[in-house]
Every structure is written in structure tokens, then in C-alpha cells.
């Protein structure tokens, strides 16, 4: 019979621990240690060895209580006495006096001892299986011991105090881990509240393109979300029924189980959260800005969209760089993608902006003001040239147009950093005689012209530039188109009604006089048909000098059509504007060409002949620097930054100079806008190319060529080895000759090699470049169309890397039939929608001959050293062309930055 004796007084050492395992085994042999990890319970069997003595809890009696408290002291393996709650002493047969010696010693020291001894294993094991049952259900040891069965089958004792009697109770365990729990809820809670407030932040500073990456990043790298775990805190909290068998220990091993991850997790899912958030920080400062802009009364009120203007009366244009308005209304198109809220923007760094207005409606015809756009966050007005000391749209005051009836005000508005156009838009508002007037479309301003999409880094965009004059090519979305000019130094806008219609016949005389600089001209300066090209590709000198008189003549007019009437800032005067831009482009300067999304024409910028040739053109006479430096027709040096007998405008007036060409002295870009869509919204992930990065050191080759039977064979193939070895270049093998080889080398380029023919189809109405054979086979035309395609299409091998690799692109366009540059403007779109960095193309159709030289010279150059700019290196190959009297060279365009370069 189990009898319980009386409690004790010895102090037991509790300690809440974190992990209560109930644990059951013999006592192990010799060598083999059973306290490994800690126990609550130990239950011992057998007996033990010590010093060769063999001690068994079944038959040793003669020990007294100090060799009790010695032989406990030198187990080989020591009880862990203050960690152990209740020591089980399992005999069989009788109880002996050891194992109530043992329990009654064991009891003093802290633990309750249960020494049991029967014959029967299935009665002890029944026995004890109710003694565990109770333990779980959360009873005390002496009411466990009064409860069970009584039976003569088992005899023993049960020693224990008054705290150890509750020694292995689990209330003081549900406490810790009810605390655990309440804590890590709560945790839980603020993690998924500070996740919220990330998630609604992340939509107020970051463009939608930046907005995905941070939402997969959120569900990526939290860890462990609050309804993971809910269910189980909830159990654990609301408190344990332990009277039922169905519950007992059950919630308390869940929360064993499922409390220490969600602490993990809790603790991860914060940390996790502080990064997201730094990166956020980081990230936001690289969020693109919209331009925003609307017209307001003189009392600051804002005028709706669908609110016209009222005729002859003033308005202020609001204007500024940032996060899209939320509280204002912007009319700019696509703002609804871009933040609402920015960082504290830094002190450390920005841009000084002009800001253009340009309008043949409103008064002033043409506006210039300035913003500073810091490296993060909204912009500033420039007050007087100085920064104004808090954020905030800067404001140009305007009188509405005139107007009988509803009609529409057109503008242009344009932002300018050290002389390059970096955004541009055109304005289209509805202005009505009385107020109320319902308006026929929404006011808009829509930008089609981005350099940078997020107006961050521009300096790498831009580089340290000398501009000398930029141009907005456009038209203003009616019937309007112009030219808008800015000089680099004054920095003083102007702009240029332009009729593209009715420049037709000038631009037609301007490709003519290019295709006749292959042959011959007689005295009278008219082409014959016998070639001018000599075997080195170069002219004698008086074809030469005829070639020159021709050209600059067709220069002048291109000069005076884009110039001539230009109107500048109210207040300034044509002469005095043309006099100001005549002294800025004295000497080489880059000349900004910006080409809007709208524009479909092209002009040819590097014949315009900059000296005036005013009067009779008998008394016209050749520079000085012809007989200096052409000697015998060739000339040896390098191209100079101007002509040495330029010293000033005037003295070049009725001067025939190479260096009077745009195309000559100075370096022409016209990048084509990369970050506006069809639809007119931003794509702030793409700015214009200005370097492309070499792979190794090595530059990929892909190479597309014609084999037209009328072409000489030997010479392309000459031409072909001579481009497979230039120096850092791995050609992708073989040339292409057809659309399916054409897509495969151009996988992973970066450069694109065309020697081609460009032609018209009339039945697709589409411009096409013809490789392979001339035998009107679809398998060997590239159509414009194919380049969408291929972008899109998902499957290797496309043009999805050429997002990153960005490519320069030359188009060769060796005999080409029936194409005007408009047309093959075509491809530039599509090269540059790909996107390309870069697409070099001919003004007009280029003999075999001279296209190989061009291309051979240009790469050459290109490829010669690290820094070399596709700038420098089309107007170096000009000019070797040029020292050998063949102007071809300005046959040539870059659509790119001129700073574009191969690192």
C-alpha cells in the first residue's frame, strides 16, 4: 500500500524553467550519462557500481544515513539534485530500507521521492501510468498518491514538502509562457502595424515600378505574420480547463511547440521590417519626380481641368519637380504613377534647372525661369539666382489668348540642365470668352521628351558638358511645329515657326547635293555621271572645292530656314539673339538636338553652313585654311576646335570653310526620348545611355549583312574581317543573312552591325532593312514591326537583355533605294524602344566604297581608346574623310548623346 509520509521541511531550490520535460528511463549502465538534458523527473531502477561494488536498490539494506549521503555523493553519474522535481525509486519485490533510506535523504534535499517496490510490472506500471496521468492533469503529488487504487500489490512511500508536493505543477509554467505569449502577441501586432504603415508608405514615396520589389520584399522577408500563430496564443491566454481529458497538457505542448518560432519569428519579422524600412529610405531617395505644372489665377486659385481660361486675362503657371501633387490638381500627364510624399531632400547636392516656356499663343511668346532640383524630394524656386528657402513650385505670369469662341492655347514647356533639354512638354488648354464655358477636352500638359526618368544623377546623364546651343524639335499637337533654341552661354530661349511641309524641296536639295558627292562635277558645279572617288576614297582638290561650294550654299539655307526668324525672349531682338549664338558657337561645342515624341521629320543639322553668304556668290571666296592645309589635296592633321582664320563672326561672312559645317566643328547629338510611352506616361527605370559596359573587356559583334549579287562580293568580305578585327571585339559568328540568324546574334550584343540595303514596301507600307540576297524573300527583310516582336516574345533567344546591355546600333546603309530619312526615322524608334543606347544611321544612300571606309574609321576611332566618345568619333571620321576632300561624312547621324561611350 503507497502511503504518503510526512512533509518535510527542506527548503526546495524552484526555479521556473523554460523547458519542463518529462523524462523516463533505467538508471544506465556505467559510462553513459542519463542527465544530459534537464530533468524534471528521474526515475531509477536497478542499481549502480561503485569502486568494483555492485549497490542494488532491491537487496542493499546495510547502509547507514551518513554512507546514504556518501554513496549518493559518488554516483559516477550525479543526480541532478536542484533541477530534478519528483525521484523515482522503483523496486521489485519488497520495499527495501535502502530505497526508503534513499527517498527519505533524496526528500531532504529539495525533490520529491516516490520509492516504490512490487512483483507485479503490469501492476507498478499501471501504477505509475496514473501517477504520470495526474502529473499532466496538473494535480498535486499527495492527491495523485491518496487517489490511486489501493492495492497490496505495491508498497511504498511517497517523501515530499510543501513545495515540492506542487513541484511539478505547470501553473507556474503556464504563467511564464502566458507572459511569453501576452509579449509576443503584442509584438506581433505592432510588427503587423509598422508592416501596414510600411506598405501605405511605400505606395506615397515610390513610383509603381519601385512599389512591386518592396511589396515581394514585405512578403519575402516577414517572417511570420500575426495569423500564423493567433490561434495557439489565443488557447494559451484565454486559460486550460485541465479537469478534462481533452485539453490537459495538450495546449501547454502547442504552446512548447509553436511559441518559441513565433518569438523567432516575431523577432525576425522586426528586424526583417527595420531593413525593408532602411531600404525603403535608400530607395525613396531614388524615386523618379514628376513634373508637375498647372495654371492658377493671380489669387491662387487653381484651375480645374476641365475649367477653360479666360481669354485676355493673366494666369500664373505653376511649376515644379517632385512627388506628384495630391493636394493641388496637376494636369501633367502620368502623374498618377509617381509618389505623393519625398524625404527631406539633402543638402548636399542638386541642379540649377531653367525652366522654358515657349508659346505663340499666350504673352509672352517665350519665358525662362529657374528651379533647383536637389538629389531627393521637391524642387525650389530661384529667386534672383538664389535658392528660395522652402519648397514649392516657382510661378511665370501669362495672359490667356484671345478668344470669340472655345478655342485651344497651345505651349511648350521645357526643362533645360547646362544647356541640355532633360524633360520637355507640350502644353494644350481650353480658353473660352466667359467663365463656365464647358470645355471639349481636359487641359493637359503631356510630356514627350525625357533624357533622365527620375531627375536623379543627372551629372552621370549629362556629363561635364559644353553645349553651345540646344533645340527642341516638335510639334505642339495642332497644326504648330518649331524649333525652340537656347544658346549655352546666355542661356536666352528662342523659338521657330517651322513647316516641315513646306521645307520639302530644301530638305530634297539637301540629299541631292549629298548623292552627287560621289561623282564628278563639271565646271559649271553640275554632277556628271563619272565617279569622284578616288581609290583612297577621297576627291582631288577642286572637286573638292567644288563639293564645299555646293554644300555650303545648300548650308546656308538650311542656316537661315532654321534661324533666320527665330524669336527670342520678349525683350530681345533675331540680330542680336543670331549675333549671341554666332559668338557661342565661335569654337566646338556640342550641339543639343532634342527630338520629342511627336516628331516625325528629320533636318539635317550637320550641313547647316554657320558663316553668313549673303550677296552675289561671285564674290564668295575659299578660307585661307584650304591652301594652309590641303596641300595637293589632302590634308594631315587632326581637326582643330576651330579655324585658325576664325577669329570672330564677322570675319568669315562670304568664307567657304570646312569648319563652317555644324557636322565639322562640332559634335551633333540627337538622343531620342526614352522614358515616355506611346500613351505619353513616364518610365522612370529608363534614362538615356551614356555608357555602355564591355563584357570582360571584350565587346560582342552582331553582324547583319547584304549579299546582293550587284554589290562586290570581294569587298564586303573584305570589309567583314576587317570589323571581326578590331580590337576588343568578339564577333557572334556568322554574319546574319536572314530574320531567324538576325534575332540569334542579337541576343546579347553590344554592337549591332548592319551593312544593308534600306528599302521601302509599299504593300506594308513599312521601311525594312534587306539582308542576304536581293530576292524580295520576307525571311531576308528586317521590318521594324520584327524588333516589338522580338522584344516581347518570352522564349531565348530574344531582346530582353538589352535592357541592361543597351547596345549602339549602326545602321550601314550601303545603296540604299527609295528610303528618306523620315522613313528610316522608323527604325530609330524601334532600335531605341528596345532599347538601344545608341543608333548611328545615313542621311542618304551610301556607295559600298565609302560606307566600308566610314564604318571602318568610325570603329576604329571608337574602339582606339577607353574614353572615346561616339561624339568625338563621328566627327573624327568625318574629318578623315574631310582631310581627304570627301565630305560623305556628314552623310552620317548619331541618334545618342554625343558622351556615349564603350567602358
Not at 551518513?66 to 559518488?74: E, F, K, M, P, R
Not at 515581394?216 to 485541465?242: C, R, V
Not at 484651375?303 to 493636394?327: C, H, M, N, R
Request: proline letters at 6%.
Amino acid at each position: 500500500m503507497l502511503r504518503v509520509v510526512e512533509v518535510l521541511d527542506a527548503p526546495f531550490p524552484f526555479r521556473p524553467l523554460e523547458r519542463l520535460p518529462i523524462e523516463v528511463g533505467m538508471l544506465p549502465p556505467p559510462g553513459q550519462h542519463p542527465f544530459d538534458i534537464e530533468r524534471a523527473l528521474v526515475r531509477l531502477m536497478g542499481g549502480w557500481r561503485r569502486a568494483g561494488q555492485v549497490f542494488n536498490l532491491d537487496s542493499y539494506t546495510e547502509l547507514n544515513t551518513y554512507d546514504i549521503v556518501h554513496l549518493a555523493g559518488t554516483f559516477e553519474v550525479p543526480i541532478p539534485m536542484p533541477r530534478a522535481r519528483l525521484i523515482i525509486l522503483q523496486v521489485r519485490g519488497e520495499e527495501s530500507v535502502l530505497s526508503i533510506r534513499m527517498a527519505e535523504y533524496f526528500a531532504s534535499q529539495g525533490p520529491a521521492v516516490l520509492a516504490v517496490a512490487s512483483d507485479e510490472p503490469e501492476v507498478m506500471d499501471a501504477l505509475l501510468f496514473g501517477i504520470y496521468a495526474g502529473i499532466v492533469h496538473n494535480r498535486r503529488l499527495t492527491e495523485i498518491v491518496r487517489d490511486l487504487p489501493k492495492t497490496n500489490l505495491v508498497t511504498g512511500i511517497l517523501a515530499c514538502s510543501e513545495v515540492s508536493d506542487r513541484a511539478l505543477s505547470l501553473e507556474p509554467v503556464l504563467q511564464v509562457y502566458a507572459s511569453r505569449g501576452t509579449e509576443t502577441a503584442a509584438r506581433l501586432r505592432r510588427v503587423a502595424d509598422r508592416t501596414e504603415q510600411t506598405r501605405e508608405r511605400v505606395s506615397r514615396v515610390l513610383h509603381k515600378s519601385q512599389r512591386k520589389t518592396f511589396e515581394l520584399q514585405l512578403d519575402d522577408e516577414m517572417a511570420i505574420k500575426p495569423s500564423d500563430f493567433s490561434g495557439h496564443l489565443n488557447d494559451l491566454l484565454s486559460g486550460i480547463d485541465w479537469a478534462h481529458e481533452h485539453q490537459g497538457a495538450i495546449p501547454l505542448s502547442d504552446a512548447l511547440i509553436n511559441l518559441p518560432p513565433a518569438e523567432f519569428g516575431a523577432r525576425k519579422s522586426a528586424k526583417a521590417l527595420d531593413e525593408v524600412n532602411r531600404r525603403l529610405e535608400e530607395e525613396a531617395t531614388r524615386a523618379p519626380r514628376v513634373l508637375n505644372a498647372n495654371f492658377a489665377a493671380t489669387d491662387g486659385a487653381v484651375i480645374g481641368e476641365s475649367q477653360p481660361l479666360i481669354a485676355e486675362t493673366e494666369y500664373d503657371l505653376f511649376v515644379d519637380v517632385g512627388p506628384a501633387w495630391d493636394k493641388t490638381a496637376s494636369i501633367v500627364g502620368g502623374a498618377n504613377e509617381f509618389p505623393t510624399e519625398s524625404l527631406p531632400p539633402t543638402t548636399s547636392g542638386g541642379w540649377n534647372i531653367d525652366v522654358v516656356f515657349v508659346s505663340e499663343d499666350f504673352k509672352p511668346h517665350t519665358a525662362a525661369t529657374a528651379i533647383f532640383v536637389p538629389d531627393s524630394g521637391r524642387s525650389y524656386p530661384m529667386i534672383d539666382g538664389e535658392r528660395a528657402p522652402t519648397r514649392g513650385p516657382v510661378l511665370i505670369r501669362l495672359r490667356a489668348p484671345s478668344a470669340t469662341d472655345l478655342r485651344i492655347a497651345r505651349a511648350r514647356l521645357s526643362l533645360h540642365y547646362n544647356g541640355t533639354v532633360i524633360q520637355s512638354a507640350v502644353i494644350a488648354v481650353s480658353v473660352a470668352q466667359i467663365a463656365g464655358a464647358a470645355v471639349v477636352d481636359p487641359n493637359r500638359i503631356t510630356v514627350d521628351f525625357v533624357l533622365s526618368g527620375s531627375l536623379r544623377d543627372i551629372d552621370q546623364v549629362i556629363g561635364t558638358r559644353e553645349v553651345g546651343l540646344s533645340l527642341v524639335m516638335n510639334d505642339d499637337g495642332g497644326s504648330g511645329h518649331r524649333f525652340i533654341l537656347q544658346t549655352g552661354n546666355e542661356k536666352l530661349p528662342a523659338f521657330l515657326p517651322y513647316d516641315p511641309t513646306g521645307a520639302t524641296e530644301q530638305l530634297k536639295q539637301s540629299r541631292t547635293a549629298l548623292l552627287e558627292l560621289f561623282y564628278e562635277k563639271d565646271k559649271n558645279l553640275n554632277a556628271t555621271k563619272r565617279t569622284g572617288i578616288q581609290n583612297d576614297m577621297g576627291k582631288d582638290l577642286e572637286q573638292f572645292k567644288s563639293d564645299l561650294f555646293v554644300l555650303a550654299k545648300i548650308g546656308n539655307r538650311l542656316r537661315v530656314s532654321a534661324l533666320q526668324e527665330s524669336r527670342p525672349e520678349d525683350g530681345g531682338t533675331s540680330a542680336v539673339w543670331r549675333r549671341e549664338l554666332g559668338t557661342a558657337l565661335l569654337s566646338k561645342k556640342i550641339i543639343h538636338v532634342a527630338r520629342t515624341h511627336s516628331s516625325t521629320y528629320v533636318y539635317p543639322w550637320s550641313l547647316i553652313y554657320q558663316h553668313s553668304l549673303e550677296g552675289d556668290s561671285a564674290n564668295w571666296k575659299y578660307c585661307d585654311v584650304i591652301q594652309l592645309e590641303w596641300t595637293n589635296g589632302r590634308r594631315s592633321k587632326p581637326p582643330a576646335d576651330r579655324c585658325p582664320f576664325n577669329i570672330d563672326e564677322d570675319d568669315h561672312r562670304r568664307v567657304l570653310c570646312p569648319y563652317g559645317f555644324w557636322g565639322l566643328k562640332h559634335l551633333i547629338e540627337q538622343p531620342v526620348s526614352v522614358a515616355v510611352t506611346k500613351d505619353g506616361k513616364y518610365d522612370p527605370n529608363k534614362n538615356v545611355t551614356t555608357k555602355i559596359a564591355r563584357n570582360r573587356g571584350k565587346l560582342r559583334l552582331a553582324v547583319g549583312v547584304t549579299r546582293d549579287a550587284k554589290l562586290d562580293g570581294k569587298l564586303i568580305g573584305t570589309h567583314l574581317i576587317a570589323m571581326r578585327s578590331l580590337p576588343t571585339v568578339d564577333f557572334a559568328p556568322p554574319e546574319a543573312e536572314n530574320a531567324d540568324d538576325m534575332l540569334r546574334v542579337l541576343d546579347t550584343p553590344q554592337i549591332v552591325y548592319f551593312l544593308c540595303h534600306g528599302m521601302y514596301d509599299k504593300f506594308e507600307t513599312s521601311v525594312f532593312l534587306g539582308i542576304g540576297p536581293d530576292d524580295n524573300k520576307r525571311d531576308h527583310r528586317i521590318y521594324p514591326s520584327m524588333l516589338d516582336d522580338w522584344t516581347t516574345k518570352k522564349a531565348k533567344p530574344n531582346l530582353s537583355d538589352w535592357t541592361s546591355i543597351r547596345p549602339l546600333v549602326f545602321i550601314n546603309g550601303c545603296e540604299t533605294m527609295n528610303v528618306t530619312p523620315d522613313q528610316m526615322l522608323s527604325f530609330v524608334s524601334a532600335f531605341s524602344s528596345v532599347p538601344a543606347g545608341g543608333i548611328v544611321g545615313t542621311e542618304v544612300s551610301v556607295q559600298l566604297p565609302v560606307a566600308a571606309e566610314f564604318a571602318r574609321i568610325f570603329f576604329e576611332g571608337l574602339l582606339a581608346k577607353q574614353d572615346m566618345t561616339v561624339g568625338e568619333a563621328m566627327r573624327n571620321a568625318r574629318w578623315e574623310l574631310a582631310n581627304k576632300g570627301n565630305l560623305l561624312g556628314l552623310a552620317y547621324t548619331a541618334y545618342c548623346m554625343a558622351n556615349l561611350q564603350f567602358v
